[in-house]
């Protein structure tokens, strides 16, 4: 009988030494904290807000039903790692000596959005035929089972690296992606949820962009250069792996994924069609370089396999 060595297991991640004193609450980035007045309120209830008794599903076809069940599973799958990572991403600013109140407060605000959009994600995908508790194809896990939590409480990792390249670059390219859903979304359950969502996320990108923004000030020519780095590590192994545009993958059969994704678009469910989520890509990676340009940070424009030079 052939023995099997036993898996390795992950190495033990470095955290910081807590350093909270001396506690300083005063407001330094007002622009944050207005995002944070604003979340607050902005409040709303998935159950009390969103009108669940106009869902008339009788006029779609079960093809178009089930693809958009995948859809709205994936979504929630995505939305869920953000109830780690925010906490985590929350303890660390606060473990830091010198960070800023500001965003302390704004991520109790994002963590609460991030729960109601699971809700919503979960209990729209429910009421589509079912909710996919796992991906079909099981090559879709390792892209999915990121450990942006253990990222964030990472020692080694800079702070301020992991801002920019999960608050500001992944942040902003999921707004534009949710707009471009909600732009398309017919059905009535489908354009409330999405309604919400976009405005949540328009804060949670403003947060990325408007911290890199403070922090790059001051700023010198070798950190701006790790970012920049880390920016181009992020587009060339999360944005290209799939992650949050499954025909992006060059390593996975996509077609299923991109056969939902149009059933789902034409039904009108809040969706949108492969080619239009690359075009959004595209156009997102362009904004973003140069905006990034503005502040001094130089990433390598990554090419993509089919896509070309972005």
Known sequence: MQV???????????????????LDLHRSIQSIRELYET????RWSPVKDIDWSKLDLSTYSPAALQAAQQIWSRRAWLEYTGLAETPALLIRFCLELDRESDPKYFLTVRNTEEAWHVECFHSYAK?????QSRPANSAWEDVIN????RDAL????????YVATQCAMADGLELELARLY????????AAQILEQVVQAKERHASFGWLYLQERAAHMDAATKEMISKQITAWVTEVAFS????PTLSTQIDTRPDASAATLAAEAGLGAATPESEQHAFKQYL?????RLGQLGFAPTRPQHPVLGLL
């Open 127 to 131: 009421a589509l035929g079912g909710y």
């Open 154 to 161: 990472n020692a080694s990792q800079s702070l301020d690296a």
């Open 182 to 189: 909600a732009g398309n979304a017919r059905e009535p359950i």
């Open 39 to 42: 979340g607050k309120q902005r």
């Open 146 to 149: 990121r450990t942006f939590y």
């Open 242 to 245: 799939g992650y949050h545009i």
């Open 286 to 290: 362009q904004n973003a370089f140069d």
């Open 4 to 22: 099997h060595a036993p898996a390795a297991a992950p190495a033990p991640t470095p955290l910081m030494v807590e350093r909270r004193f001396p």
